[in-house]
Protein backbone atom coordinates (compact mmCIF):
# COMPACT_ATOMS: atom_id res chain seq x y z
CA UNK A 1 0.00 0.00 0.00
CA UNK A 2 3.31 2.51 -0.98
CA UNK A 3 1.02 4.62 -3.11
CA UNK A 4 3.21 7.82 -3.89
CA UNK A 5 6.56 7.93 -2.23
CA UNK A 6 8.49 11.05 -1.56
CA UNK A 7 11.71 11.56 -0.66
CA UNK A 8 13.41 13.26 1.32
CA UNK A 9 11.53 14.20 4.27
CA UNK A 10 13.25 17.55 4.97
CA UNK A 11 15.87 19.31 3.48
CA UNK A 12 18.16 22.47 3.83
CA UNK A 13 19.98 23.75 0.62
CA UNK A 14 22.27 27.02 0.58
CA UNK A 15 21.74 29.74 -2.38
CA UNK A 16 22.82 28.52 -5.69
CA UNK A 17 22.72 24.68 -4.73
CA UNK A 18 20.71 22.13 -6.51
CA UNK A 19 19.09 19.48 -5.23
CA UNK A 20 16.15 16.67 -6.90
CA UNK A 21 13.16 15.68 -5.18
CA UNK A 22 12.20 12.29 -5.78
CA UNK A 23 8.98 10.93 -6.43
CA UNK A 24 7.55 7.31 -7.05
CA UNK A 25 4.16 6.25 -7.26
CA UNK A 26 3.07 2.28 -7.84
CA UNK A 27 -0.56 2.63 -8.89
CA UNK A 28 0.44 2.53 -12.80
CA UNK A 29 -1.09 5.78 -13.24
CA UNK A 30 -0.65 8.06 -15.79
CA UNK A 31 -0.79 11.39 -14.84
CA UNK A 32 1.65 12.32 -12.21
CA UNK A 33 1.85 16.38 -10.43
CA UNK A 34 4.49 18.77 -8.52
CA UNK A 35 2.52 21.39 -6.74
CA UNK A 36 4.23 23.75 -4.26
CA UNK A 37 2.00 24.79 -0.78
CA UNK A 38 2.95 28.11 0.47
CA UNK A 39 1.66 29.12 3.69
CA UNK A 40 -1.83 30.50 3.12
CA UNK A 41 -1.88 29.93 -0.63
CA UNK A 42 -2.99 26.81 -1.58
CA UNK A 43 -1.77 24.26 -3.87
CA UNK A 44 0.13 25.90 -7.03
CA UNK A 45 0.86 23.27 -10.23
CA UNK A 46 4.36 23.78 -10.99
CA UNK A 47 5.11 20.75 -13.39
CA UNK A 48 3.15 17.70 -14.61
CA UNK A 49 3.21 14.84 -17.21
CA UNK A 50 0.59 12.73 -18.82
CA UNK A 51 2.70 10.05 -19.89
CA UNK A 52 6.75 8.27 -19.84
CA UNK A 53 8.37 10.85 -21.60
CA UNK A 54 5.80 13.82 -21.45
CA UNK A 55 5.55 17.02 -19.30
CA UNK A 56 4.06 20.51 -19.55
CA UNK A 57 4.32 23.36 -17.48
CA UNK A 58 1.77 24.36 -15.02
CA UNK A 59 1.34 27.72 -13.27
CA UNK A 60 4.58 28.23 -11.49
CA UNK A 61 7.11 26.33 -13.37
CA UNK A 62 10.18 28.79 -13.17
CA UNK A 63 13.59 27.98 -11.88
CA UNK A 64 12.16 23.97 -12.16
CA UNK A 65 12.72 21.34 -14.58
CA UNK A 66 11.25 17.94 -14.56
CA UNK A 67 11.66 14.77 -16.56
CA UNK A 68 9.22 11.32 -16.87
CA UNK A 69 11.52 8.57 -17.88
CA UNK A 70 9.22 5.61 -16.01
CA UNK A 71 5.73 5.43 -15.45
CA UNK A 72 6.77 5.15 -11.66
CA UNK A 73 8.78 8.08 -11.22
CA UNK A 74 8.47 12.01 -11.33
CA UNK A 75 11.88 13.78 -10.37
CA UNK A 76 11.66 17.42 -9.50
CA UNK A 77 14.77 19.30 -10.21
CA UNK A 78 15.72 22.39 -8.34
CA UNK A 79 19.13 23.56 -10.64
CA UNK A 80 19.80 26.92 -8.18
CA UNK A 81 18.15 27.27 -5.55
CA UNK A 82 16.50 30.73 -4.41
CA UNK A 83 15.00 31.87 -1.08
CA UNK A 84 11.34 32.32 -3.02
CA UNK A 85 11.75 28.45 -3.45
CA UNK A 86 11.27 27.74 0.25
CA UNK A 87 8.29 25.64 0.63
CA UNK A 88 6.40 22.56 0.57
CA UNK A 89 6.54 20.54 -2.13
CA UNK A 90 4.02 17.59 -2.70
CA UNK A 91 4.25 15.07 -5.97
CA UNK A 92 0.49 13.56 -6.73
CA UNK A 93 -0.60 10.72 -9.26
CA UNK A 94 -4.28 10.16 -10.89
CA UNK A 95 -5.54 7.93 -13.09
CA UNK A 96 -6.30 9.75 -15.57
CA UNK A 97 -6.47 14.04 -15.89
CA UNK A 98 -6.96 15.93 -12.84
CA UNK A 99 -8.48 18.83 -14.62
CA UNK A 100 -11.28 17.02 -15.08
CA UNK A 101 -11.98 16.15 -11.44
CA UNK A 102 -10.22 12.76 -11.09
CA UNK A 103 -9.32 12.18 -7.56
CA UNK A 104 -5.27 12.85 -6.90
CA UNK A 105 -3.40 10.86 -4.93
CA UNK A 106 -0.79 12.83 -2.94
CA UNK A 107 2.40 11.87 -0.85
CA UNK A 108 3.33 13.07 2.00
CA UNK A 109 5.67 16.10 0.84
CA UNK A 110 9.08 17.88 1.20
CA UNK A 111 9.23 20.62 3.12
CA UNK A 112 12.73 22.60 1.56
CA UNK A 113 14.22 25.54 3.15
CA UNK A 114 16.75 27.65 0.95
CA UNK A 115 18.89 29.71 3.73
CA UNK B 1 -6.30 33.20 -14.08
CA UNK B 2 -9.25 31.25 -11.84
CA UNK B 3 -9.18 31.74 -8.38
CA UNK B 4 -11.50 30.28 -6.07
CA UNK B 5 -12.28 32.47 -2.40
CA UNK B 6 -12.11 29.98 0.48
CA UNK B 7 -13.26 31.00 3.93
CA UNK B 8 -13.67 30.95 6.32
CA UNK B 9 -9.06 31.57 6.34
CA UNK B 10 -9.08 30.12 10.01
CA UNK B 11 -11.50 28.07 12.66
CA UNK B 12 -11.40 28.01 16.19
CA UNK B 13 -13.99 25.73 17.46
CA UNK B 14 -15.01 23.53 20.46
CA UNK B 15 -15.83 20.00 20.13
CA UNK B 16 -19.24 18.79 19.45
CA UNK B 17 -19.91 21.80 17.72
CA UNK B 18 -21.37 22.09 14.00
CA UNK B 19 -18.58 23.48 11.07
CA UNK B 20 -19.65 25.29 7.38
CA UNK B 21 -17.44 26.45 5.27
CA UNK B 22 -17.28 27.50 1.50
CA UNK B 23 -16.11 28.12 -1.77
CA UNK B 24 -16.84 30.81 -4.20
CA UNK B 25 -15.39 31.73 -7.76
CA UNK B 26 -16.72 33.89 -10.61
CA UNK B 27 -15.69 31.62 -13.02
CA UNK B 28 -17.82 27.70 -13.63
CA UNK B 29 -16.32 24.42 -12.95
CA UNK B 30 -17.93 21.45 -13.80
CA UNK B 31 -16.78 19.47 -10.78
CA UNK B 32 -16.15 20.58 -7.11
CA UNK B 33 -13.82 18.42 -4.53
CA UNK B 34 -12.97 19.07 -1.37
CA UNK B 35 -9.21 17.45 0.38
CA UNK B 36 -8.51 17.12 3.64
CA UNK B 37 -4.83 17.77 4.67
CA UNK B 38 -3.47 16.75 8.21
CA UNK B 39 -0.80 18.00 9.67
CA UNK B 40 2.56 16.90 7.86
CA UNK B 41 0.76 14.67 5.48
CA UNK B 42 -0.64 15.02 2.12
CA UNK B 43 -4.17 16.53 0.98
CA UNK B 44 -6.88 13.57 0.99
CA UNK B 45 -9.81 13.43 -1.09
CA UNK B 46 -13.27 13.53 0.86
CA UNK B 47 -16.06 14.31 -1.28
CA UNK B 48 -16.41 14.93 -4.71
CA UNK B 49 -19.41 16.98 -6.44
CA UNK B 50 -19.87 16.42 -10.45
CA UNK B 51 -23.14 18.02 -11.01
CA UNK B 52 -24.46 21.24 -10.03
CA UNK B 53 -27.37 20.87 -6.62
CA UNK B 54 -25.54 18.15 -6.16
CA UNK B 55 -25.75 17.27 -2.29
CA UNK B 56 -23.26 14.05 -1.27
CA UNK B 57 -22.11 12.81 2.53
CA UNK B 58 -19.70 11.12 3.71
CA UNK B 59 -19.86 9.93 7.30
CA UNK B 60 -20.40 13.23 9.41
CA UNK B 61 -19.51 15.81 6.31
CA UNK B 62 -21.62 16.74 3.39
CA UNK B 63 -21.05 18.58 0.60
CA UNK B 64 -22.72 20.78 -1.89
CA UNK B 65 -21.89 21.70 -5.49
CA UNK B 66 -23.78 25.04 -5.73
CA UNK B 67 -26.72 25.54 -8.24
CA UNK B 68 -24.62 28.47 -10.00
CA UNK B 69 -21.69 26.05 -10.66
CA UNK B 70 -19.79 28.73 -9.07
CA UNK B 71 -19.78 27.68 -5.37
CA UNK B 72 -19.54 24.55 -3.03
CA UNK B 73 -19.89 24.33 0.20
CA UNK B 74 -18.99 21.84 3.23
CA UNK B 75 -20.40 20.95 6.50
CA UNK B 76 -18.81 18.73 9.27
CA UNK B 77 -21.01 17.66 12.41
CA UNK B 78 -20.42 17.00 15.75
CA UNK B 79 -16.36 17.84 15.11
CA UNK B 80 -14.43 15.98 17.26
CA UNK B 81 -10.46 16.49 17.77
CA UNK B 82 -9.25 14.37 14.27
CA UNK B 83 -11.06 16.79 12.51
CA UNK B 84 -8.02 19.09 13.14
CA UNK B 85 -6.75 19.83 9.60
CA UNK B 86 -6.67 22.05 6.69
CA UNK B 87 -9.67 21.68 4.37
CA UNK B 88 -9.51 22.70 0.57
CA UNK B 89 -11.59 23.23 -2.24
CA UNK B 90 -10.90 22.40 -5.80
CA UNK B 91 -12.63 23.48 -8.69
CA UNK B 92 -12.33 21.21 -12.42
CA UNK B 93 -13.26 22.07 -15.49
CA UNK B 94 -12.76 25.21 -15.76
CA UNK B 95 -11.18 27.49 -18.66
CA UNK B 96 -7.63 26.91 -17.17
CA UNK B 97 -8.02 23.19 -17.62
CA UNK B 98 -5.92 22.13 -14.80
CA UNK B 99 -7.50 21.54 -11.44
CA UNK B 100 -7.87 25.10 -9.24
CA UNK B 101 -7.46 24.71 -5.47
CA UNK B 102 -8.73 27.51 -3.04
CA UNK B 103 -5.94 28.74 -0.57
CA UNK B 104 -7.77 26.07 2.83
CA UNK B 105 -9.51 26.48 5.86
CA UNK B 106 -7.60 25.62 8.73
CA UNK B 107 -9.56 24.20 11.50
CA UNK B 108 -8.62 23.60 15.04
CA UNK B 109 -10.97 21.89 17.54
CA UNK B 110 -11.02 22.33 21.01
CA UNK B 111 -11.89 19.00 23.18
Known amino acids: NAGVTQTPKFRILKIGQSMTLQCTQD?????MYWYRQDPGMGLKLIYYSVGAGITDKGEVPNGYNVSRSTTEDFPLRLELAAPSQTSVYFCASSYSRQGKGEKLFFGSGTQLSVL | GQQLNQSPQSMFIQEGEDVSMNCTSSSIFNTWLWYKQDPGEGPVLLIA?????ELTSNGRLTAQFGITRKDSFLNISASIPSDVGIYFCAGAGGSQGNLIFGKGTKLSVKP
Open chain 1, 27 to 31: MNHNY
Open chain 2, 49 to 53: LYKAG
